[in-house]
């Protein structure tokens, strides 16, 4: 990296020369080319050249391109503040002892992950027994602190689900309240003020696809950007039933070509709504939409990978 010497066309490295006795001197054990091993300026940016584009994620990539320019700050987007809340009277926290009736509270970790993932700064870990008074409270207190409030567990019909129920008393107000969609179909989005609110499904595996389709996609609007996720065809590892109206996102362990030159196999992994260990390592989603009941072996869908997606700026209204 330093200057070149004055007079001076190339560089012969240092393995392939050796200094005379008396110093004055260096031998070469090679010959080069006007150029050889030279770093010239401006040969990976040129002065004047826009580095990023308005979207760009910034990683360890970005940040050494940037130091190498001399750049100390970076105008960037700010990370959205976010929330999460457990909800339940059956959960206990990891590491004290469970009753049979009682469940080891898996979800706050869970979406705090994945909003990190996507960017978030996970500043509140709440949680809430499935009582009104104490939910609202709680939600009264979290919600001007944060961009995002997201809670899990109380959204579906039950006597003891109370999320949706509360925040309507709230005056929140419902853009989403349910979608065709497993798992996560009872899933919902509120305004609160001026808090988005995602109130996801108690089961782990549900909450982990709400999240992906819902809360993801909203986390990273609020750095003003929209994700794209390359989508490729491949064929079924196995047949699947599902219901007919909905349509149902299935996790993809592998793709796996079979020497027939065709589309690659997807294959696919036992998947519940109280699941979660099938997501791990995952590829993808496999999209079986509404409208049919059964797929057979073999047949083409789509699939949603979650590797290398793109990122575009959110176009101004």
């Known amino acids: 990296g330093a200057p070149l010497s004055p007079g001076a066309n190339a560089v012969v490295r240092q393995e392939a020369a050796r200094p005379t006795d008396d110093g004055t001197h260096v031998d070469l054990f090679v010959s080069v080319e006007p150029g050889h091993d030279l770093r010239r300026a401006?040969?990976?940016?040129?002065?004047?050249?826009?580095?990023?584009?308005?979207?760009?994620?910034?990683?360890?990539?970005?940040?050494?391109?940037?130091?190498?320019?001399?750049e100390a700050t970076a105008l960037v987007a700010p990370a959205p503040r976010v929330a999460v809340v457990a909800t339940g009277d059956e959960l206990r926290p990891p590491g004290q002892p469970a009753e049979a009736h009682q469940v080891f509270e898996s979800n706050r970790i869970l979406v705090a992950a994945l909003a990190r993932e996507a960017g978030a700064d996970v500043t509140h870990l709440g949680r809430s027994r499935d009582d009104e008074a104490e939910l609202r409270a709680r939600l009264e207190t979290l919600a001007p602190q944060v961009d995002v409030l997201i809670t899990t567990g109380g959204a579906s019909v039950g006597d003891k689900d109370c999320v949706k129920r509360v925040l309507a008393r709230m005056g929140a107000r419902f853009l989403v309240d349910g979608v065709a969609l497993k798992p996560g179909k009872p899933v919902a989005v509120a305004r609160l003020g001026s808090t988005a609110v995602v109130v996801l499904p108690g089961n782990p595996g549900a909450a982990t696809v709400a999240f992906d389709q819902l809360a993801r996609p909203l986390l990273f609007k609020h750095q003003g950007v929209l994700e794209q996720r390359r989508v490729t065809r491949a064929r079924l590892s196995e047949a699947r039933h599902k219901q007919a109206g909905l349509t149902y996102l299935v996790t993809v362990a592998a793709l796996e070509a079979r020497g027939d030159g065709a589309e690659p196999w997807a294959r696919l992994r036992p998947q519940g709504a109280g699941q979660i260990l099938q997501n791990v390592a995952a590829r993808g989603w496999a999209v079986l939409p509404a409208g049919r009941a059964d797929f057979a072996e073999g047949e083409a869908v789509d699939v949603q990978l979650f590797e290398q997606p793109d990122f575009h700026p959110v176009e101004a209204p």
Do not use: H, I, Y
């Not at 040969?43 to 130091?67: K, N």
């Open 42 to 70: 401006g040969e990976e940016v040129m002065p004047g050249t826009s580095l990023f584009a308005a979207g760009q994620r910034v990683d360890a990539t970005v940040l050494g391109v940037l130091a190498s320019l001399g």
